[in-house]
């Protein structure tokens, strides 16, 4: 579905991303870890084509982003979904406008029917549509902006591939369970990819059971829970080394 | 010993001199880099301008915002403003006894100048930090990312809107400026200078001839499209957070009102030799 080749990535001639090659089945998950400022954000903003690599090729569905036109790009992303850092609502808009966005913006349906799909999607994330359909996002808390634009995402066009770019930082531990539910079930029920950038440990043990670490704009761990329980590479046990604890806990209940 | 601290200090003194010159021309690559960026992105906004698709909505919002948001403060300026010329010329005139053409002087340096500038500034100073403000904070909390993500141009949603709404705005608020400016004048007129209604107005309109209301309009129209371009390209490359779009905003104001002052000038001298004759 999705695959990196080679792909190296600088801003300014500042290497962000030096040498990155993974793929992503369809129907697969994937957590991304790795401290911050290690490139985890900006390899999402390739996936989704809103930066180009230097070298390197992002294919999706075989073909090559990289090259495309704005218009092509446009058909790619209706099949790929983000859900941005804080969730980057439309601060102008009201949340029912905000989920509705991609409806009102693209097709014709009329205000009641988007209306309906945007009560049906805000039921959806565990939201209650009758009490926030009409306000504006800053009135609402962290996490329920987080799930309002994990809506906004969904509602947009079936997308077949959700990336979630730190879904649960600087949510408070009930938020951040309701979060991870509401991700699962979306990967579950919509049976789709499901990328998650996190690097919060115990999240991403939550989320899918394959890991890539990027340190340092490099990848440098690409593997399951067991594996990487085991990984002597330096860097990944340097990042880990916080997490030992959960980590360990849950590797327990898995053999109970 | 002593030779080392010479050699040391001659070394410091060439990186000074150094120093200097690497600043002045990290300066002038940033500055010529800024300029063609922003002209590469004049260049997008006028392309969404030409495209299909547009924002009808989004364009009368601002129109709202920038017209009637600067109606107020636009008039407020040009009444004291009108009103300070007119005692400033009223005095040096009677001198001369040549107090019955104040209408002409009044009419003459507000519609080709005072009106277009002072609305220009307003502008600048009130609607392009909105502007820049309020796309750089989308800028930087990824909704513009967003947008893109779900299929939209920022450009044809946010520039585009604007430049329409300013190009349409600001020769007409310019038009209020004028009026409001002229009537200050009279004010002055009657009530300190002791002339009559009928010769002021009669010798201002004397002046309102095609060739200054060309003049009067056409740098308005023109201050327009770089507030415009000048604000939304802050904006868009606003970078570094809450802190950055700070600076951004502070930037498109000074720019912009520069700008503004520099294209006037320039207008006036060309315009001016190139339709003399209707002047
Ligand atoms: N627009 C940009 N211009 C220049 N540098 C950037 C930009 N965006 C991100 N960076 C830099 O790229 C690096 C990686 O950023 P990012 O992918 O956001 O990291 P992460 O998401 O892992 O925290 C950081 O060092 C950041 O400073
Ligand atoms: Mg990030």
Known sequence: MIQLENVTFAYDERPILKNVSFSIDETESVVIMGPSGSGKSTILRLIMGLECPQEGKILV?????????????????????????????????????????????????????????????????????????????????????RRVAIGRALLSTNPRVMLYDEPTTGLDPEATEMVLELINKATVERNISTVVVTHQIPDAIALANRFIVIHGGEMVFDGDLDALRVCDEPRVRDFLQPFRESIGKVNQRQFV | MTCLSKAATIGLKHERKYAIFAAVNSWLKTFAWDFQQLFLFSLRVIRGMVSRKF?????????????????????????????????????????????????????????????????????????????????????????????????????????????????????????????????????????????????????????????????????????????????????????????????????????????????????????????????
Request: aromatic share 10%.
């Open chain 2, 55 to 279: 924002y009808i909505s989004e364009t009368l919002e601002q129109m709202y915002l920038i017209g009637v948001g600067s109606l107020y403060l636009v008039l407020l300026a040009g009444a004291f403003a009108g009103q300070g010329f007119a005692i400033a010329f009223s005095n040096e005139l009677a001198d001369f006894g040549a107090k019955n053409y104040l209408g002409r002087i009044m009419s003459i340096a507000v519609v080709r100048e005072l009106g277009p500038t002072l609305t220009g500034l307003m502008v600048a100073a009130r609607v392009s930090s909105g502007i820049t403000a309020e796309i750089g904070a989308m800028k930087s909390s990824n909704q513009l990312d967003a947008m893109v993500s779900f299929g939209i141009d920022p450009i044809q949603k946010l520039a585009v809107p604007r430049l329409i709404a300013l190009v349409l705005m600001v020769p007409a608020l310019t038009i209020a400026c004028d009026a409001i400016a002229i009537t200050g004048g009279w004010i002055v007129a009657t009530l300190i200078a002791n002339m009559s209604t009928a010769i002021y107005w009669s010798s201002m309109k004397e002046r309102l001839i095609f060739g200054n209301l060309f003049i009067g309009l056409l740098k308005p129209f023109v201050f327009s499209f770089f507030i415009a371009f000048i604000a939304c390209y802050k904006g868009f490359s606003a970078r570094g957070g809450t802190k950055g779009v700070g600076k951004a905003t502070t930037e498109s104001v000074v720019i912009s009102s520069i700008t503004i002052l520099i294209v006037n000038f320039f207008i006036t001298k060309l315009v001016h030799s190139a339709i003399r004759g209707y002047l």
């Open chain 1, 61 to 145: 569905d075989d073909a090559n982003i990289c090259v495309m036109n704005e218009r092509q790009k446009q058909e790619v992303r209706k099949r790929i979904a983000m859900v941005f850092q804080e969730g980057a609502l439309f601060d102008s808009l009201t949340v029912g406008e905000n989920v509705g966005f991609y409806q009102i913006e693209h097709t014709r349906m009329s205000r009641s029917e988007i209306e309906q799909n945007v009560r049906q999607m805000l039921g959806f994330v565990g939201l209650r549509a009758d009490e926030i359909i009409d306000v504006l996002p800053d009135q609402l808390s962290g996490g329920m902006r």
